[in-house]
């Protein structure tokens, strides 16, 4: 008896679905057929809704279109921080489109400008350098840094490690196409003169001069020993291990030496500015959402539009039809 009834119930509730699929596809069958009456009554309107949506979508697409705009630079003399900040600073304004701010620190035309962001140039050796070490130590170092972290990408980008890279790139995101005088010479500009580093500067350009000077006066000592030995190898037939060894320090000395004069040389052209500039990239096309759609959804937000409009007529006569029928019946 108790299968009977299950088997009832099993049969009764197949029934009841299969009335419901039927009334979900005769619901969307007439609503499918509803807007196809819609769109015959409407048709003069909603074609001329497409053309002006297409027609103000185009517009958009070449007006309104984003570009990138790429600084590489060096932030010298510890102001990796404060660059960082500035940056955050500039980009606060331009979310406030505080002109005036802009204009002031010497952008020009700064209603252009919609996102100014920075971040490092990932340069993993960076990470692990070490003056001290040869090139197979510092292969090994980073062998044993990936191995031991699992994250290693989420290592090297985190904000506490990244800022400690010598590289940077600043990309200014503009509404149209832009020049370099624009962008690059203002932001520079307005990047070095601060005060405080303007000093340290000074300081760090005297120290860095002093360094060469003395670091020349070794090469030439280092030279000097390498001679009187060459001239008392000639003199002597033997060589003893610990001549051998003590050369071999000599020299190794010597080219750590010369490796750090080829770094101070390079510093001598970067230590010129604050924020020293690297190179710089102009007009890189945008990717975006929206970018070179507009042309597409400008016609279908309009005829939306129109849509609810005409929904929201008909239920506010509904409405009042229905307000009247029951003033009438009291």
């Given at each position: 008896?108790?299968?009977?009834?299950?088997?009832?119930?099993?049969?009764?509730?197949?029934?009841?679905?299969?009335?419901?699929?039927?009334?979900?596809?005769?619901?969307?069958?007439?609503?499918?057929?509803?807007?196809?009456?819609?769109?015959?009554?409407?048709?003069?309107?909603?074609?001329?809704?497409?053309?002006?949506?297409?027609?103000?979508?185009?517009?958009?697409?070449?007006?309104?279109?984003?570009?990138?705009?790429?600084?590489?630079?060096?932030?010298?003399?510890?102001?990796?921080?404060?660059?960082?900040?500035?940056?955050?600073?500039?980009?606060?304004?331009?979310?406030?489109?505080?002109?005036?701010?802009?204009?002031?620190?010497?952008?020009?035309?700064?209603?252009?400008?919609?996102?100014?962001?920075?971040?490092?140039?990932?340069?993993?050796?960076?990470?692990?350098?070490?003056?001290?070490?040869?090139?197979?130590?510092?292969?090994?170092?980073?062998?044993?840094?990936?191995?031991?972290?699992?994250?290693?990408?989420?290592?090297?980008?985190?904000?506490?490690?990244?800022?400690?890279?010598?590289?940077?790139?600043?990309?200014?995101?503009?509404?149209?196409?832009?020049?370099?005088?624009?962008?690059?010479?203002?932001?520079?500009?307005?990047?070095?003169?601060?005060?405080?580093?303007?000093?340290?500067?000074?300081?760090?350009?005297?120290?860095?001069?002093?360094?060469?000077?003395?670091?020349?006066?070794?090469?030439?000592?280092?030279?000097?020993?390498?001679?009187?030995?060459?001239?008392?190898?000639?003199?002597?037939?033997?060589?003893?291990?610990?001549?051998?060894?003590?050369?071999?320090?000599?020299?190794?000395?010597?080219?750590?030496?010369?490796?750090?004069q080829g770094q101070n040389r390079i510093d001598v052209v970067n230590f010129t500015s604050?924020?020293?500039?690297?190179?710089?990239?102009?007009?890189?096309?945008?990717?975006?959402?929206?970018?070179?759609?507009?042309?597409?959804?400008?016609?279908?937000?309009?005829?939306?539009?129109?849509?609810?409009?005409?929904?929201?007529?008909?239920?506010?006569?509904?409405?009042?039809?229905?307000?009247?029928?029951?003033?009438?019946?009291?």
């Open positions: 008896m108790a299968n009977t009834t299950s088997a009832d119930n099993q049969d009764l509730d197949l029934r009841q679905l299969s009335k419901k699929l039927k009334n979900y596809f005769s619901r969307f069958g007439d609503s499918f057929f509803d807007a196809i009456l819609f769109m015959k009554r409407n048709i003069v309107i909603v074609t001329i809704l497409l053309v002006t949506g297409v027609a103000l979508g185009i517009y958009k697409d070449q007006t309104s279109k984003l570009y990138e705009n790429k600084i590489f630079v060096i932030p010298n003399f510890g102001s990796v921080d404060y660059l960082y900040e500035e940056v955050a600073n500039i980009s606060t304004k331009i979310r406030r489109q505080d002109t005036v701010f802009l204009e002031e620190s010497g952008l020009k035309n700064p209603e252009k400008f919609a996102k100014i962001e920075i971040e490092p140039v990932v340069e993993i050796y960076e990470f692990i350098e070490d003056k001290d070490v040869d090139e197979d130590d510092r292969k090994f170092q980073l062998f044993k840094l990936i191995s031991e972290n699992g994250d290693m990408k989420k290592i090297l980008e985190s904000p506490t490690t990244s800022r400690h890279y010598k590289n940077h790139v600043i990309t200014i995101t503009t509404v149209g196409k832009t020049k370099r005088s624009e962008i690059v010479g203002p932001l520079l500009e307005y990047f070095n003169k601060t005060p405080y580093f303007l000093k340290m500067k000074e300081e760090y350009v005297k120290n860095l001069n002093l360094k060469i000077a003395a670091n020349d006066t070794i090469l030439k000592q280092i030279d000097a020993v390498l001679n009187d030995f060459s001239r008392s190898k000639k003199n002597s037939n033997t060589l003893y291990y610990n001549d051998n060894t003590q050369l071999n320090e000599i020299l190794k000395f010597k080219n750590k030496i010369l490796k750090e604050i924020v020293k500039e690297g190179g710089s990239m102009f007009n890189i096309t945008a990717k975006s959402i929206a970018g070179g759609k507009m042309k597409y959804i400008m016609p279908f937000l309009f005829i939306m539009i129109f849509v609810m409009i005409v929904r929201f007529r008909k239920y506010y006569k509904r409405q009042v039809e229905k307000r009247k029928t029951a003033a009438a019946a009291q």
